[in-house]
């Protein structure tokens, strides 16, 4: 089946999800470890973080994984909120055609094909947004184009810094 979901399991419980603490000039880690199953298909968008902050400024991103076998294409990029409506804003401008066929131990970059000039723009700016107002709150969300056809365990981990 094409998945749509949060993989966080108490948001997509429908518990609120943690606050998201952007308070104090210091970088913020999220992470969040999720699993891939057999059934999941083709176009599965996999909702690691909800509603981050589009101002914050990505620092570094690193994706691990199990071997999903033919798991050859895999994308990082941005989603309206699935209360907003879950409409893709940009699903490869963080990362683009990634494979998760060989196991990565965090060894993956989630800001691979970020050109070096923006580097230190804010996630609206690297979404095509003027101001953070046009978007407040976005979701980053893996897609998978070529999901593979083993179960496998992801994880992902997210620095930013305050913009």
């Known amino acids: 089946?094409?998945?749509?979901?949060?993989?966080?399991?108490?948001?997509?419980?429908?518990?609120?999800?943690?606050?998201?603490?952007t308070?104090?000039?210091?970088?913020?880690?999220?992470?969040?470890?999720?699993e891939l199953a057999v059934a999941d298909d083709d176009g599965s968008i996999y909702r690691v973080f909800k509603g981050v902050p589009s101002w914050l400024i990505p620092v570094r991103i690193e994706i691990g994984c199990d071997a999903i076998t033919g798991g050859t294409d895999y994308d990082l990029g941005f989603y309206r909120k699935l209360a907003d409506g879950g409409a893709v804003i940009d699903k490869d401008n963080l990362m683009d055609g990634q494979t998760l066929a060989s196991a990565s131990n965090m060894a993956l970059n989630g800001l691979g094909i970020v050109d070096v000039a923006n580097i230190n723009k804010r996630f609206y700016e690297l979404a095509?947004?003027?101001?953070?107002?046009?978007?407040?709150?976005?979701?980053?969300?893996?897609?998978?184009?070529?999901?593979?056809?083993?179960?496998?365990?992801?994880?992902?981990?997210?620095?930013?810094?305050?913009?």
Request: hydrophobic share 40%; aromatic share 8%; proline share 4%.
């Open 128 to 163: 095509g947004f003027t101001t953070a107002n046009d978007m407040p709150e976005m979701d980053i969300a893996l897609t998978a184009n070529t999901v593979g056809s083993a179960a496998g365990t992801v994880s992902v981990r997210m620095w930013c810094a305050q913009g």
């Open 23 to 34: 308070s104090g000039s210091e970088l913020k880690c999220f992470t969040e470890t999720f």
């Open 1 to 21: 089946a094409v998945e749509n979901k949060y993989v966080n399991t108490l948001v997509a419980a429908g518990t609120p999800a943690p606050a998201i603490n």
